[in-house]
């Protein structure tokens, strides 16, 4: 691929999206399977209540992108490694689940095909991590079990568990000893103002919490995450531009990065298949696919695209047929969630930058 490729328009495009107000700040990372073909931040870390510029290596809150880089990569892990089938009943792994539920998989959860519902309100049940899960599995199911793809935190929240059962380790433990650590994602962890002992101007902003009572920065976004502990299957996450570019391309190389290899080439090649295309969305295993209505991917990228959104404002999208990979990450929740332009500007940006390949 030509290294030479003229991004200006991106650029452009951005500092556009900036002046409108669709995000206080954003960085961008455009990789081939071997090297970086752009990459760019601009804006600010934060705006309130002091404004802080965005730097190359500022870290974000990655929300529901946990759910694939973690949760989806430490099951397909556990694959590989002989410890579960993704057609296991989960009874197997959660004998306190009801008997009207015996007939959903891991799959079904990886797919959000299980029947749960999309959120569900924890943070303010006045129970204990596992009393949350039991709430959880026990959860009255919205559709019949394989009916219909119905994207849902609970599903993340209940294969975040098992991957705690079945390996005895905590997420972070895991895909710290597994991926962060061999793809040298040094920025990259749950909980960074402990773990990366990365202070909070490292940070981007999310918004103020009103029953935290302050701007978040450096905790976890999302509420449920918040109350089960910061660490969670379906967020939790950080990570920076730098960190998830290696991971990205990774994924492009099947497996592999640098003389790392993470997966055999066979479990990226079945994960980012679709699984569900006798339903009403295309899934891959864990991930989201380009061939969908509306997708964030835009329209250019191949059919085998494979992406994820995170709801503060990030998006990985990976392309094996294009050999490309795209990494976009913004703070459009601070200083406030209301600011949903991201939503209209990702299959723009996604499109802008499959046509600059010409």
């Not at 991590?129 to 026990?138: A, M």
């Not at 975040?160 to 997420?171: F, H, K, P, T």
């Not at 920025?187 to 919490?209: G, H, V, W």
Request: hydrophobic content about 40%; aromatic content about 10%.
């Amino acid at each position: 691929m030509d290294n030479k490729l003229d991004f200006s328009a991106v650029r452009e495009l951005l500092e556009s999206e900036l002046e409108k107000g669709s995000f206080p700040g954003a960085a961008l990372s455009v990789v081939s399977k071997n090297e970086v073909l752009y990459r760019t931040h601009l804006g600010s870390a934060q705006l309130q209540p002091e404004q802080r510029k965005m730097k190359s290596d500022t870290i974000f809150g990655l929300a529901s992108l946990t759910k694939v880089i973690v949760t989806t990569s430490s099951i397909m892990k556990l694959v590989e490694m002989g410890r579960i089938n993704i057609y296991d009943y989960i009874k197997e792994y959660f004998p306190e689940l009801p008997a009207d539920k015996d007939e959903i998989t891991i799959f079904h959860l990886l797919t959000h095909s299980s029947g749960y519902q999309a959120i569900v309100k924890l943070w303010d049940q006045g129970m204990n991590y596992q009393q949350k899960i039991k709430y959880i599995l026990d959860l009255p199911l919205e559709n019949e079990v394989g009916e219909l793809v119905n994207y849902s935190d609970p599903n993340f929240i209940l294969l975040g568990e098992l991957v705690q059962r079945v390996s005895g380790m905590s997420l972070q433990e895991f895909s710290q000893q597994y991926f962060f650590s061999p793809l040298g994602m040094d920025n990259t962890s749950y909980k960074p103002l402990t773990n990366l002992e990365a202070a909070a101007d490292d940070i981007a902003a999310a918004e103020y919490c009103s029953w935290r009572n302050k701007m978040i920065v450096g905790e976890v976004h999302d509420e449920n995450a918040y109350s089960l502990g910061e660490i969670s299957g379906h967020a939790g996450l950080f990570s920076n531009n730098k960190d998830l570019s290696k991971f990205v391309m990774m994924l492009l190389n099947n497996g592999s990065y640098q003389d790392q290899t993470v997966f055999s080439p066979l479990t990226i090649v079945s994960m980012r298949q679709n699984w569900t295309a006798d339903l009403n969305q295309n899934r891959a295993l864990g991930w989201d696919l380009r061939n969908n209505f509306r997708s964030s991917g835009g329209i250019l990228f191949s059919d085998q695209a494979y992406g994820h959104t995170g709801f503060t404002g990030t998006s990985i999208w990976i392309d094996p047929v294009l050999e490309l990979g795209v990494v976009f990450l913004t703070n459009r929740v601070h200083p406030t969630r209301d600011n949903v332009d991201i939503i209209s500007l990702r299959p723009r940006l996604h499109n802008l930058i499959a046509a600059v390949l010409k």
